[in-house]
């Protein structure tokens, strides 16, 4: 902070109270044009709190905002837009059906005669708009045909029309696979070179580390730092935010052996023909960009099949293909969802419903149910679990996204599986929750299931795996042992390099 | 305050939201007694109870479906068909009865069932398909009565149903009893009914769960068939006379009770009891109408309204709570 200068932003003392509840508690923060800083914290450190002031989304109690100096007071998102704070949400609020453009300039398209909408100006307004901050995006394309990182760079031209000085990006990277993730930081980084101030939401720290200039923390509604990340380790950072060290717990579980054959998964995809095999007690991680085919594969394996993507299995004469999720509960191959609200949860109904909606025949007698029978799985389960809910009543809608996980997974082992397939068991949920999930699935292991966890955390598989194999183009290319798995083996392989290497290694 | 508070809160926000009916229906009869005191009579009450029965038992099965997150617009042409064909099978003879009862049973069921085939395997909108299906049995009615009234009910037949047992209550009532009975055991006692408010309430997720979504997606649609069969012969118990459009319009009311009773278009919530309740808050401001000497057009006015405030009210609710 340059003496005598106006920083761009300057919060003094901000604070927002709920009653009995202080979200933000007299914070107080400088960052100024042409830098990326970070706001990192715990689930419930006051981060999304911070933000949702700072886009005009809710009204401090107390304090100031400044922008060059000037204090300011939104009456809403829009009068923030218009003081020149964009914020992408990690949640989009696309228009699917319309068009890239349309969606970029929803409500403030060009009209023409009639007050029509002019399309041609629209469409050169936003290649304008896409050239000038090197977005690589279809005007023209519906934004339902997107993929989830193009429908990002969306959000991110659509805050960039405000021609805002402040942009907010809340959990950008959480939803890209790692080469969208770069394409995002080149994005950022030029922002940044033309005098924007981002501010930066984040869990993952080593991106924070990668893109950021300073980084604050903040934790129990409190500002703790604000640092350079200039010679800033994720460990120190973790120590910040917690108030102790440790990220995620090394030690995977040792690998039990058993008798039991293993499961040959021969995966039939558009690109060709793969193998993978699952023993009971092992964990396998399957690590690729986003894109790969991994979610895709996961379903698949579990009574999911596309025509391009069939999964027949074998095991000791028996062999499956699974035409129906039904079909392969029944030999227990489970799926567990990445996309808990729209594929996983019920979300009006309670804790019990949720938890026993798979297995209501075994807890039943015929087509009855056994009410009591079901509230005892479900409480036993969700015991075992370490789920903690004021009731089994409650709606799972209104859980932490950690604990609704915990009733999917109970979901899944209520019905006893032999093989559990979780997709990103993890995302989106605080670091606290993430090792118990890690630890949940790490007993499961040891009590005989097979787990095959789909993640795009890197760090994630490498902490919890026994065995990473590497999916690109929608085919394994390469298969590890953890001890022999690092980063960037693993991108290699997912950035197609994999065979090259091992046949460098002469394997 | 807490978030164990706020939950808590939340929660009996939720069980109001979700017993406001019954507070309504108690509100409904207040007023109606304060009206008329013919509302305080046994014998009036349980002919008003009688009166709503068709339109009651066609509730239950709808409710099925729109906990399912479908809907049933064909139950009307079903009650018309069913109790146009059980009155020229019983053909005026006593006989004939019990066949024709199964046989109209049946009908009911196959159309309801058919509904069910399209509506789990095809992705046309269930007002549609419902409206389709509605239409042509419509049709259906009209070519098997060939357009006018047909059908003698047998001997006994309406004096059954009509009789009142203690001199008070009428066979009618017990019968809108008992299936309320059957509906409410069907949603709470069996799987089927608690897969109908998980398939309801996210389609998607239920069937990664492994859950028989087409398979209970059938069913519920036959039940709606089926119950639309046992309206048909609660209608024609109640009238004795056979007429081919003795149904038609009675969707509206169903329509108007089911979601009255909490039982939204979106599926996954409501349930039986709540519809029993709308459809007697529905049935005693028909009442009331009729009273205080208001046209019945006006009636017509008066449901669409509750259509539309109950269906406004729950959304509001739903948006605080979900």
């Known amino acids: ?507 | 305050m807490s978030t164990l508070d706020l939950l808590r809160n939340e929660a009996t926000t939720r069980f109001l939201a979700r017993n406001a009916i019954f507070a309504v229906l108690l509100l409904v009869f207040c007023l109606a007694v304060a009206i008329s005191d013919a509302f305080l009579q046994p014998l009036y009450i349980f002919n008003v109870v009688r009166q709503v029965a068709p339109v009651g038992i066609a509730a239950i099965g709808v409710t099925f479906v729109m906990i399912l997150g479908g809907v049933d617009l064909s139950v009307g042409a079903v009650i018309s068909l069913t109790s146009v064909f059980c009155a020229v099978q019983m053909g005026g003879d006593a006989d004939n009865t019990a066949f024709a009862l199964l046989a109209a049973c049946a009908i009911g069921a196959a159309i309801g069932t058919v509904n069910g085939i399209a509506a789990a395997f095809t992705r046309v909108s269930p007002f549609i398909l419902t409206l389709g299906t509605g239409i042509a049995v419509l049709g259906l009615t009209q070519i098997y009565s060939g357009g006018t009234a047909r059908g003698i009910v047998a001997p006994g037949f309406r004096e059954f149903f009509n009789f009142r047992i203690g001199g008070i209550v009428p066979v009618l009532a017990l019968a809108l009893a008992a299936l309320t009975a059957v509906g409410l055991l069907i949603q709470h006692k069996t799987i089927f009914g608690r897969q109908l408010f998980l398939v309801g309430s996210n389609r998607r997720a239920a069937n990664l769960s492994g859950l028989p979504t087409a398979r209970v997606t059938v069913l519920a649609y036959a039940l709606s068939g089926l119950f639309g069969a046992f309206a048909g012969i609660a209608l024609l118990a109640r009238s004795g006379v056979s007429n081919t459009l003795s149904g038609q319009g009675l969707e509206f009311q169903v329509l108007a009770a089911v979601v009255l009773g909490g039982t939204t278009f979106e599926g996954g919530r409501g349930g039986i009891a709540g519809t029993i309740a709308g459809v007697l808050v529905l049935v005693i401001a028909f009442n009331l109408v009729n009273i205080s000497g208001l046209p019945y057009a006006m009636q017509l006015v008066v449901m669409g309204t509750i259509i539309i405030l109950a269906s406004a009210v729950y959304g509001q609710i739903s948006a605080r709570s979900g």
């Open chain 1, 1 to 507: 902070m340059n003496h005598g200068h106006t920083p761009l932003l300057s919060v003094s003392a901000l604070s927002k109270r709920y009653p009995g509840v202080v979200a933000l508690n007299g914070v107080d923060l400088t960052a100024d044009a042409g830098e990326v800083h970070a706001l990192v914290g715990a689930n419930g450190a006051g981060k999304s709190t911070l933000m949702n002031l700072l886009s005009g989304a809710q009204s401090p109690s107390g304090g100031e905002i400044r922008i060059a100096g000037q204090s300011m007071q939104f009456a809403g998102p829009s009068a923030a837009q218009e003081q020149g704070i964009a914020t992408v949400y990690q949640e989009f609020s696309l228009v699917p059906q319309l068009s890239v453009s349309r969606n970029i300039y929803l409500g403030r398209e060009p009209k023409g005669a009639l007050g029509l909408i002019d399309g041609r100006a629209l469409r050169t307004q936003t290649i304008a708009l896409l050239e000038r901050f090197g977005l690589k995006l279809d005007p023209d394309a519906e934004v339902s045909t997107l993929s989830v990182a193009e429908q990002q760079l969306v959000e991110i031209a659509r805050a960039l029309s405000f021609e805002g000085r402040i942009l907010i990006l809340d959990e950008p990277t959480a939803v890209l696979s790692l080469a969208e993730q770069e394409n995002l930081f080149a994005i950022i980084r030029q922002l940044r070179r033309d005098g924007m101030l981002i501010l930066y939401v984040s869990h993952y720290l080593k991106e924070v580390l990668a893109i950021a200039d300073q980084v604050t923390v903040l934790r129990d509604g409190e500002k703790i730092a604000t640092r350079l990340t200039k010679g800033l380790t994720v460990d120190a950072l973790v120590e910040t935010m917690t108030g102790a060290s440790g990220a995620f717990d090394k030690a995977a579980a040792p690998r039990t052996m058993r008798d039991e054959p293993p499961y040959l998964v021969s995966y039939q995809a558009d690109t060709g023909t793969s193998t993978l095999t699952l023993a009971a007690g092992e964990i396998v991680g399957v690590a690729g960009l986003v894109g790969s085919g991994r979610t895709t594969f996961a379903k698949a394996l579990t009574g999911n099949p596309l025509p391009t993507a069939i999964a027949d299995i074998r095991r000791a004469g028996e062999s499956f293909r699974f035409a129906s999720p039904r079909a392969a509960m029944r030999e227990g191959f489970v799926y567990i969802t990445e996309d808990r609200k729209r594929d996983g949860i019920f979300t009006e109904l309670d804790i019990v419903a949720n938890a026993t909606a798979s297995a209501l025949n075994r807890l039943g007698r015929g087509p009855l149910r056994d009410v009591r029978r079901e509230k005892a799985a479900a409480s036993d389960m969700l015991t075992r679990l370490r789920l903690v809910a004021s009731s089994l009543g409650a709606p799972i809608g209104k859980l932490s996204g950690g604990n609704q996980q915990k009733v999917l997974i109970g979901r899944a082992l209520l019905t006893e599986p032999r093989v559990l397939v979780c997709d990103e068991p993890t995302r989106g949920i605080d670091v606290g929750a993430k090792a118990e999930i890690h630890e949940i699935l790490r007993d499961l292991a040891a009590s005989g299931v097979a787990i095959l966890v789909v993640s795009s955390e890197t760090e994630e598989l490498l902490a919890l795996a026994h065995r990473i194999v590497v999916m690109h183009e929608r085919c394994f290319v390469a298969e590890m042992p953890v001890e022999e798995a690092d980063d960037m083996r693993i991108l290699l392989a997912a950035s197609g390099g994999a065979e090259v290497m091992e046949k460098n290694n002469g394997n």
